[in-house]
C-alpha cells in the first residue's frame, strides 16, 4: 500500500513571494505518477502539476515546479510569485502504475493563505 | 457536458435513512472514480469503474455502500442506513481513457448525517 503524507497542515506567504509545500511518499512500486491538485474554497479540485517517477527532470508549469527526489521519497511544489488566487488547499497525490488509469492515494493537504 | 457535475450539492440525512448520490462524467470518459473527503483530510479511494464495469471496490467502507455505472456513462452511489459517520464529501472523478493519468474532478456531494 502507498502511503502520502504532508507535513504542513498550513502555510501563509505574501502575495509575489515564493512558497514550497512539503511532500513525502512511502511505495514499494518502480513505477509511478505524482500529482499536486489544487482545491479552492468551495470549488472543485483541479490539477496543478505532475510528475512520472521515470523521469528525472523537474516538471514546471509557469509559476509552479517540484522538487522531485525519488530516492528520498519527496515531492515538494514550489510556487512562484505568489497570487492571491492560489489561496487553496493542496493536496498531494500519487498513483501506481507507468500506464496511469489507476486510483489517487492522496495526503492530508495543506492550507495555503496568500496575504496581499 | 463541460466538466463533470454532481447531484444534489448537498445532502442532509438523519440516521438510518438511504441517500443516492449521482454522477454525471464528462461525455466519453470511460474511467469514473468516487472519492470520499473527511471534513479536513484528503479525499480516499473508494470505488473504480470502467465504462459498466466495477473494477474495484476496495475502498467502500462497509456493505452499506454501494454503486453503479449500469450504462458506462452516469454513476450512483448508495448509501444505506447512513450513520454519522458517513458524514463526508463524497467526490465524482473521470479520466479520458482507461490508460490516462488525469481525472477531472466534480464539485462534490457534501453528506451530513444527523
Same mark, same amino acid.
Given at each position: 500500500a502507498q502511503t502520502v503524507t504532508q507535513s504542513q497542515p498550513e502555510m501563509s506567504v505574501q502575495e509575489a513571494e515564493t512558497v514550497t509545500l512539503s511532500c513525502t511518499y512511502d511505495t514499494s512500486e518502480n513505477n509511478y505518477y505524482l500529482f499536486w491538485y489544487k482545491q479552492p474554497p468551495s470549488r472543485q479540485m483541479i490539477l496543478v502539476i505532475r510528475q512520472e517517477a521515470y523521469k528525472q527532470q523537474n516538471a514546471t508549469e509557469n509559476r509552479f515546479s517540484v522538487n522531485f527526489q525519488k530516492a528520498a521519497k519527496s515531492f515538494s511544489l514550489k510556487i512562484s510569485d505568489?497570487?492571491?488566487?492560489?489561496?487553496a488547499m493542496y493536496f498531494c497525490a500519487f498513483m501506481k502504475g507507468q500506464n496511469a488509469g489507476n486510483m489517487l492515494t492522496f495526503g492530508g493537504g495543506t492550507r495555503l493563505m496568500v496575504k496581499p | 457536458g463541460a466538466g463533470v457535475s454532481q447531484s444534489p450539492r448537498y445532502k442532509v440525512a438523519k440516521r438510518g435513512q438511504d441517500v443516492a448520490l449521482r454522477c454525471d462524467p464528462i461525455s466519453g470518459h470511460v474511467s469514473l472514480f468516487w472519492y470520499q473527503q473527511a471534513l479536513g483530510q484528503g479525499p480516499e479511494f473508494l470505488t473504480y469503474f470502467q465504462n459498466e464495469a466495477q473494477? @474495484?471496490? #476496495?475502498?467502500?467502507? #462497509? @456493505?452499506r455502500f454501494f454503486a453503479e455505472r449500469p450504462e458506462g456513462s452516469v454513476s450512483t452511489l448508495k448509501i444505506q442506513r447512513t450513520q454519522q459517520e458517513d458524514s463526508a464529501v463524497y467526490l465524482c472523478a473521470t479520466a479520458?481513457?482507461?490508460?490516462?493519468?488525469e481525472q477531472y474532478f466534480g464539485p462534490g456531494t457534501r453528506l451530513t448525517v444527523t
Amino acid at each position: 500500500a502507498q502511503t502520502v503524507t504532508q507535513s504542513q497542515p498550513e502555510m501563509s506567504v505574501q502575495e509575489a513571494e515564493t512558497v514550497t509545500l512539503s511532500c513525502t511518499y512511502d511505495t514499494s512500486e518502480n513505477n509511478y505518477y505524482l500529482f499536486w491538485y489544487k482545491q479552492p474554497p468551495s470549488r472543485q479540485m483541479i490539477l496543478v502539476i505532475r510528475q512520472e517517477a521515470y523521469k528525472q527532470q523537474n516538471a514546471t508549469e509557469n509559476r509552479f515546479s517540484v522538487n522531485f527526489q525519488k530516492a528520498a521519497k519527496s515531492f515538494s511544489l514550489k510556487i512562484s510569485d505568489s497570487q492571491l488566487g492560489d489561496t487553496a488547499m493542496y493536496f498531494c497525490a500519487f498513483m501506481k502504475g507507468q500506464n496511469a488509469g489507476n486510483m489517487l492515494t492522496f495526503g492530508g493537504g495543506t492550507r495555503l493563505m496568500v496575504k496581499p | 457536458g463541460a466538466g463533470v457535475s454532481q447531484s444534489p450539492r448537498y445532502k442532509v440525512a438523519k440516521r438510518g435513512q438511504d441517500v443516492a448520490l449521482r454522477c454525471d462524467p464528462i461525455s466519453g470518459h470511460v474511467s469514473l472514480f468516487w472519492y470520499q473527503q473527511a471534513l479536513g483530510q484528503g479525499p480516499e479511494f473508494l470505488t473504480y469503474f470502467q465504462n459498466e464495469a466495477q473494477l @474495484d471496490k #476496495s475502498g467502500l467502507p #462497509s @456493505d452499506r455502500f454501494f454503486a453503479e455505472r449500469p450504462e458506462g456513462s452516469v454513476s450512483t452511489l448508495k448509501i444505506q442506513r447512513t450513520q454519522q459517520e458517513d458524514s463526508a464529501v463524497y467526490l465524482c472523478a473521470t479520466a479520458r481513457a482507461a490508460q490516462t493519468y488525469e481525472q477531472y474532478f466534480g464539485p462534490g456531494t457534501r453528506l451530513t448525517v444527523t
